[in-house]
């Protein structure tokens, strides 16, 4: 075949896959540790979706309360994820989180100031303490454009020293990849097609770093853009790597619910976390009613109690509207289900009441904008209507904690961002992606670099698994006699959000399967009208294929684990089970085909658990868990008397 | 409350296209980009356009509508009369790829080329210390979503390609100013920078990139004016420069302006309303149209400007 030889090739030492918070930071840590770095996005360069992360980026600073520090944070996180979390993901994220903050203050960003001329923090759901770093409502804005503007002063650099922007570390912005390339079980290279002309690139390179981000665009109600097709995790399987956690879903409970066209657009929780609170039909604070027993202690129990906690901190408990994720959208759910819902299918998040209308706007200004401009609701003078939203993806590339090198049987490969998984567990803390990307970005770009070192020689690209991919991505555009890509778009939300959605049950998962496996087969036949360049009915039908294998990940998991936990609530088993905390659930390709298998959980590390006191571990672990806690706590007591 | 809207969709790439007439169904609360994504779900599966966020966040959706540069995500379909043709056209400063993408690398190497951050050397990461009022008038500036709607509509470029050489336009503008203000950046000649080669001096001040910037920032009033002013010596009295970082807040902004290029601009409305055209777009589109740089007259921004050719005579 001659296609191969008409197609562009690029030679790199380290290609990072996602232009988010994730991989702009490893493609810089790789670019300083001396590599040739290609980064590659499907968008235009500063859309990917980290732009529009509105809250904060977690970090225990402690600038505003100075009892936070990093064992705090790591506590929270391990708590929001119901323990499921990677422990030592969770440490590092906890430790390290700070020192990246600061970091992007050498790059030029400017976060919010506290009246000393600190970072300002803001609270959020599951921190205890103000913790979030950020720009009022427009936190990943200010990291985008940060990082996009530090590789641009990298390029400056380079510039003055090699007379070429692009001489170590070049964008290639609008351009897909659909397929990685393996010597052996060594990563070669990748392989995609420019979106502008159609035409395809091939990148030869040791190291691949994945942060492609999430996987939203299976729901249709969901905050994530046109880009969360789930690439990353599908090329991660077909190169054989190993996903965990596919289960664990984040529901997002303030979604926008209406217009109906804007439906799942996110409202940002600082909107709560600055003294929103949540009402349902008839005016009551419902939230105080869904308080589970494994956070009793922590949240308040009366409206004053809650209220007064604003100001002080010390000595009140937080408002109930300030949970996890998971319990705020599953009362939501509730609520709307037991005919107490707003008439759009929601229920009310009142700021307006709570706050004067110069504060709303200057504290969450895009929020103001959104539903003046979207929905005709002028958020200072009444209530939204909310209601959850498909929102991010917890489970994803199961990683090596220190490293993000990919497990399974393939060498080469790294993820970083939220196409990883194990940080956060069942559910993620809202703010920790942020300070994930940075942290593990970071990490996964400087050990790219080493591996890329550490080789005697390169991996080989084999031309035929070239022209393999040639016709895969052709395939849809010769075909005529297939369906419409929006057409089974639109079919594999209604399967995903009808059947694997917020509430699971039995019979509905193994029937999504059924339906997955039917549209496995239409989308093998998938047809795009058009020619090559920009044609988005063509790009759509080259996701299909990764939304498909991401969501068979989802069902198989779902269906498998049998308790309830974060993301994942099951109807036939609501209640959290220690034994199956102790599993994580890993996702493997055998041809086309899913495979599920049970892995234990690695376990905390004493210092790690000595940082809980058993009243609340025994929510979680099991009697045998428990009994060598305890062992542990005795046999500390005995070396403290020695 | 659905009803079938007339829209009027121009189709094609770099060597020509025209306004394509479709038939579509349109629900209540919708914005025009809902609108395309029902096209593209049925008429016009390959009808090619930008988009990320759908809530005004990301900068992608950026389109002319009924003449008006817009983010199309942000344009509701209520502020059309019922009867109202939709008219979308591709901005229309930068090459086409198709139908409603264009090439927008012009700006990316204008990002390129103006000066990054300069860290303070002996600052430590962690110890960073700024105050709210000194950070937010640079803060302003980094709201900035990169659409590109002021540089689509800035009449420096936006019918003259030989100024796209010299003129980095109103967002690199605000980038320079954003790090002028920036009270730790230890980069002295932002200003001088924006003149020398950013080509500040071809801005007369039309204020047509304010208009239509979707983030209301003040991009004339508080990024290019003051830009414009010079003040003496600045730069060669270390004190004096402290000073002006640190108490620049207090200083009146001075509003005469001094350029290189021009002898003076002033921003008066009297200028925009009365000699300064709005109605800058040909009526017809050939290949594109050369006319007399800005420099040498008084400069026209379409911020409304007459629609493109619905001839399909070629687009440039
Ligand atoms: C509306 C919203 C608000 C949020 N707010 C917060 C918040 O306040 N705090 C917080 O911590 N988190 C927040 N999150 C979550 C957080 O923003 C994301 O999880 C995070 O930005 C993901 O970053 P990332 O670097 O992993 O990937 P992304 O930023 O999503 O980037 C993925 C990149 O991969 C590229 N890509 C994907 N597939 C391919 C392919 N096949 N070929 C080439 N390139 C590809 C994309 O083009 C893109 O550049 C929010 C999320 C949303 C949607
Ligand atoms: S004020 Fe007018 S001339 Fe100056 S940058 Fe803005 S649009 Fe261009
Ligand atoms: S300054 Fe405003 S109009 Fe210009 S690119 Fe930025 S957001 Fe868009
Ligand atoms: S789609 Fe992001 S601004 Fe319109």
Known sequence: ?642 | MSAKRQFRIWRGDETGGDLQDYMVEVNEGEVVLDVIHRLQATDAPDLACRWNCKAGKCGSCSMEINGKPRLSCMTRMSTFGDDETVTVTPLRTFPVIRDLVTDVSFNYEKARETPAFAPPPDVAPGDYRMQQVDVERSQEFRKCIECFLCQNVCHVIRDHEENKQAFSGPRYFIRAAELDMHPLDTRTDRKEYAQAEQGLGFCNITKCCTEVCPEHIKITDNGIIPMKERVVDRRYDPLVWLGSKIFRRGETPQTSVTTARQGSATPSSATRSGIHSHAGAPTTRGPRRRRRAASTGIGRCPTRPRRRSTTGAGFR
């Open chain 1, 1 to 642: 075949m001659t296609t191969t030889t008409r197609i562009e090739r690029h030679h790199y030492d380290v290609v990072v896959i996602g232009a988010g918070g994730a991989g702009l930071r490893a493609a810089i840590e790789a670019r300083l540790a001396g590599k040739k770095t290609a980064i590659i996005s499907k968008s235009l360069f500063g859309k990917a979706h980290t732009v529009m992360a509105e809250g904060g980026a977690a970090a225990a600073m402690g600038n505003v309360n100075s009892r936070d520090n990093w064992q705090v944070h790591f506590r929270d996180t391990m708590r929001g994820g119901k323990f499921l979390n990677n422990f030592r993901m969770a440490e590092l994220h906890a430790k390290e989180s700070p020192q990246r903050i600061w970091e992007l203050e050498t790059y030029g960003a400017l976060f919010d100031r506290t009246k000393d001329g600190k970072i300002s923090q803001r609270n959020f759901g599951g921190h205890e303490y103000p913790r979030l770093a950020h720009v009022g409502d427009r936190t990943g804005l200010e990291l985008i454009r940060t990082l996009q503007q530090k590789i641009v002063s990298l390029q400056q650099e380079d510039h003055r020293e090699h007379g070429s922007y692009d001489a170590r570390i070049k964008v290639f912005s609008e351009t897909t990849i659909t397929e990685l390339l393996l010597d052996g079980d060594r990563v070669a290279g990748a392989f995609g097609y420019y979106r502008e002309s159609g035409e395809f690139i091939l990148f030869e390179a040791p190291a691949v770093v994945l942060a492609t981000g999430g996987v939203g665009r299976s729901y249709k109600v969901t905050s994530n853009s046109w880009e969360y097709t789930g690439d990353g995790h599908a090329l991660a399987l077909r190169a054989g790597a190993t996903l965990i956690n596919m289960e664990f879903l984040q529901f997002h409970p303030t979604g926008m619910v209406w217009p109906p066209s804007v439906k799942g657009i996110l409202v940002t929780e600082s909107v709560r976390g600055d003294g929103g609170v949540l009402k349902n039909s008839e005016g009551k604070r419902f939230m105080f009613d869904y308080v589970p027993d494994v956070f009793r202690n922590q949240y308040a129990e009366t409206e004053e109690e809650a209220d007064r906690w604003y100001t002080d901190p010390d000595n009140n408990r937080r408002p109930p509207e300030l949970l996890p994720r998971d319990e705020v959208a599953r009362a939501i759910n509730s609520e709307v289900k037991a005919g107490r819902g707003s008439p759009a299918g929601g229920v009310f998040l009142d700021i307006a009441s709570r706050r004067s209308a110069d504060e709303i706007r200057r504290r969450l200004p895009s929020m103001y904008h959104q539903f003046k401009e979207l929905a005709d609701v002028d958020i200072t003078a009444e209530p939204m209507e909310v209601g959850p939203t498909c929102h991010y993806v917890m489970g994803g590339v199961e990683v090596d904690p220190d490293s993000g090198a990919a497990f399974g049987h393939v060498r080469g490969l790294f993820a970083a961002g939220e196409v990883s998984g194990g940080m956060h567990g069942s559910n993620r803390l809202g703010g920790n992606s942020l300070s994930d990307l940075l942290v593990f970005g970071k990490r996964a770009g400087g050990h790219a670099a080493s591996y890329a070192d550490g080789l005697a020689a390169r991996p080989k690209v084999a031309v035929d698994a070239v022209e393999a991919a040639v016709e895969t991505a052709l395939a849809p555009l010769q075909r005529d006699t297939g369906e419409s890509p929006y057409t089974l778009q639109q079919d594999l939300q209604a399967v995903m959000g009808d059947l694997v959605g917020i509430i699971r049950r039995e019979g509905e998962l193994a029937d999504a399967l059924v339906r997955l496996a039917e549209l496995r087969e239409r989308v093998a036949k998938v047809s795009a009208v058009g020619g090559r360049r920009y044609n988005p009915g063509w790009h759509l039908a080259l996701d299909l294929r990764n939304m498909l294998v991401v969501s068979e990940c989802t069902a198989k998991a779902a269906l498998e684990r049998q308790e309830s936990r974060g993301g994942h609530t099951r109807e036939d088993y609501p209640a959290m089970e220690p034994k199956w905390r102790q599993v994580n659930l890993v996702c493997a390709l055998d041809g086309d085909t899913v495979q599920l298998t049970r892995k234990p959980l690695p376990k905390m590390r004493p210092e790690l658990i000595g940082l809980f006191d058993r009243a609340e571990l025994a929510k979680y672990l099991t009697d045998e868990e428990l009994a060598d806690f305890d062992a542990l706590v005795a046999d500390a007591g005995e070396a403290d008397n020695r």
